[in-house]
């Protein structure tokens, strides 16, 4: 759901209570627009309609042909919650943010909310103190609500823990952002070079950082390029490479032409960091003793980009090397719906049952996340 259709859904619930004199339908925009974050003051004219009208009633279905009515026993109205509403969502309208992940935050949507909340938690790297505001509030308000014509008013979830867990994670990024800001500028130098330190050995000397070649026009790479160890596994237009010396990792990549006479065909080549070469290792190691635990997990997603994780991952075959890292590919797999790396590795990962793999991949939004989760983890075990 995205912020504009939940608008337009909210809009014209209300409307549609209005005129019909339907509590049902305004119970369930309003259930959380008191005491909220949502801004939406598009919702002010027609909650100012709602104020204004005297009589509304809950609907049953004991009508004929089964159809809901309006039940006289149940005549309510919604004066000062829509006030109350109003004088929030001005309210809320005053809490600024630049941050992409605000307009979420301040929607009427506890689907919207929840998820980019995790999303935040997830990440980890957001450091804009403007949004602590708005997370405030969510802490505050902790319990969100539902309202429908079947359940009635039901707990949707608690989002106090989670908007906690998000700030402080934006005070702590926030606070290591401003301390190197003071750092002098000598000094960023050095750490900007100590994080991107490659490893070098007279092997692959000759390979730079990065390194476009146009192959089209038959020019060619160093000739230390064509010594490097393929891994195994990797697509034909795609692959890790390794230095059989110092064991720095590559990424090789065909961009060949997809149209015309060819000469325009490249490939290029990207060293790999030395620290992302040394969780590399770790995963392609042949010795079982070196390969990644379940706490290397963590450094890995914080180290190695999430694409290029995924591409590694791919690779491997072992599920007692991929089991470590499946929480976090659920939780990925979960925010991000239809990511088909994360599905491809774990596809490959509970490759001895293909079929039932697919069955609970394609039927995820419906089937218990605990569950898969454990029969995962039961594959890892039997490997």
Same mark, same amino acid.
């Given at each position: 759901?995205? $912020?504009?259709?939940?608008?337009?859904?909210?809009?014209?619930?209300?409307?549609?209570?209005? &005129?019909?004199?339907?509590?049902?339908?305004?119970?369930?925009?309003?259930?959380?627009?008191?005491?909220?974050?949502?801004? %939406?003051?598009?919702?002010?004219?027609?909650?100012?309609?709602?104020?204004?009208?005297?009589?509304?009633?809950? @609907?049953?279905?004991?009508?004929?042909?089964?159809?809901?009515?309006?039940?006289?026993?149940?005549?309510?109205?919604? &004066?000062?919650? &829509?006030?109350?509403?109003?004088?929030?969502?001005?309210?809320?309208?005053?809490?600024?943010?630049?941050?992409?992940? &605000?307009?979420?935050?301040?929607?009427?949507?506890?689907?919207?909310?929840?998820?980019?909340?995790?999303?935040?938690?997830?990440?980890?790297?957001?450091?804009?103190?403007?949004?602590?505001?708005?997370?405030?509030?969510?802490?505050?308000?902790?319990? %969100?609500?539902? %309202?429908?014509?079947?359940?009635?008013?039901?707990?949707?979830?608690?989002?106090?823990?989670?908007?906690?867990?998000?700030?402080?994670?934006?005070?702590?990024?926030?606070?290591?952002?401003?301390?190197?800001?003071?750092?002098?500028?000598?000094?960023?130098?050095?750490?900007?070079?100590?994080?991107?330190?490659?490893?070098?050995?007279? @092997?692959?000397?000759?390979?730079?950082?990065?390194?476009?070649?146009?192959?089209?026009?038959?020019?060619?790479?160093?000739?230390?390029?064509?010594?490097?160890?393929?891994?195994?596994?990797?697509?034909?237009?795609?692959?890790?490479?390794?230095?059989?010396?110092?064991?720095?990792?590559?990424?090789?990549?065909?961009?060949?032409?997809?149209?015309?006479?060819?000469?325009?065909?490249?490939?290029? =080549?990207?060293?790999?960091?030395?620290?992302?070469?040394?969780?590399?290792?770790?995963?392609?190691?042949?010795?079982?003793?070196?390969?990644?635990?379940?706490?290397?997990?963590?450094?890995?997603?914080?180290?190695?980009?999430?694409?290029?994780? =995924?591409?590694?991952?791919?690779?491997?075959?072992?599920?007692?090397?991929?089991?470590? @890292?499946?929480?976090?590919?659920?939780? $990925?797999?979960?925010?991000?719906?239809?990511?088909?790396?994360?599905?491809?590795?774990?596809?490959?990962?509970?490759?001895?049952?293909?079929?039932?793999?697919?069955?609970?991949?394609?039927? =995820?939004?419906?089937?218990?996340?605990?569950?898969?989760?454990?029969?995962?983890?039961?594959?890892?075990?039997?490997?």
């Amino acid at each position: 759901m995205s $912020i504009e259709s939940d608008k337009k859904h909210s809009i014209e619930k209300l409307e549609k209570g209005i &005129a019909d004199h339907c509590a049902d339908d305004i119970a369930e925009v309003i259930v959380n627009l008191e005491d909220g974050t949502c801004d %939406y003051v598009e919702l002010i004219p027609v909650l100012k309609k709602v104020a204004g009208k005297r009589s509304f009633y809950y @609907f049953d279905d004991n009508g004929a042909g089964g159809f809901p009515r309006a039940d006289i026993n149940q005549e309510t109205n919604f &004066a000062h919650s &829509a006030l109350k509403a109003i004088e929030n969502i001005t309210e809320n309208a005053g809490l600024k943010s630049e941050n992409p992940a &605000a307009d979420a935050l301040k929607s009427n949507s506890t689907y919207l909310i929840k998820k980019t909340l995790e999303d935040l938690q997830f990440e980890g790297s957001c450091a804009d103190n403007s949004l602590i505001p708005i997370l405030e509030k969510i802490a505050r308000k902790d319990v %969100y609500q539902s %309202y429908s014509y079947i359940g009635g008013l039901e707990t949707d979830c608690r989002l106090g823990e989670l908007a906690q867990s998000v700030i402080q994670i934006i005070l702590k990024n926030y606070e290591k952002k401003e301390s190197v800001k003071k750092v002098p500028q000598s000094e960023k130098v050095e750490i900007i070079e100590q994080n991107e330190e490659f490893e070098k050995c007279s @092997f692959c000397e000759t390979l730079p950082a990065e390194l476009t070649v146009n192959t089209g026009r038959d020019y060619k790479f160093p000739e230390s390029f064509y010594k490097l160890t393929i891994i195994h596994g990797s697509k034909l237009d795609e692959q890790f490479r390794r230095c059989p010396e110092c064991r720095a990792y590559f990424k090789w990549t065909d961009l060949s032409e997809r149209y015309g006479s060819g000469n325009n065909d490249e490939e290029k =080549l990207i060293r790999l960091p030395k620290k992302i070469s040394l969780l590399l290792g770790k995963i392609f190691s042949a010795d079982p003793q070196d390969h990644p635990v379940q706490d290397d997990v963590k450094e890995y997603f914080e180290t190695i980009p999430n694409d290029l994780l =995924l591409n590694e991952l791919r690779l491997v075959k072992s599920p007692k090397i991929i089991a470590p @890292f499946v929480p976090r590919l659920l939780w $990925i797999l979960r925010i991000n719906a239809g990511n088909s790396a994360v599905t491809d590795v774990l596809t490959n990962y509970v490759s001895d049952n293909q079929e039932r793999a697919e069955e609970l991949l394609n039927e =995820l939004e419906n089937f218990s996340l605990a569950k898969f989760l454990r029969h995962c983890l039961d594959v890892a075990k039997k490997g």
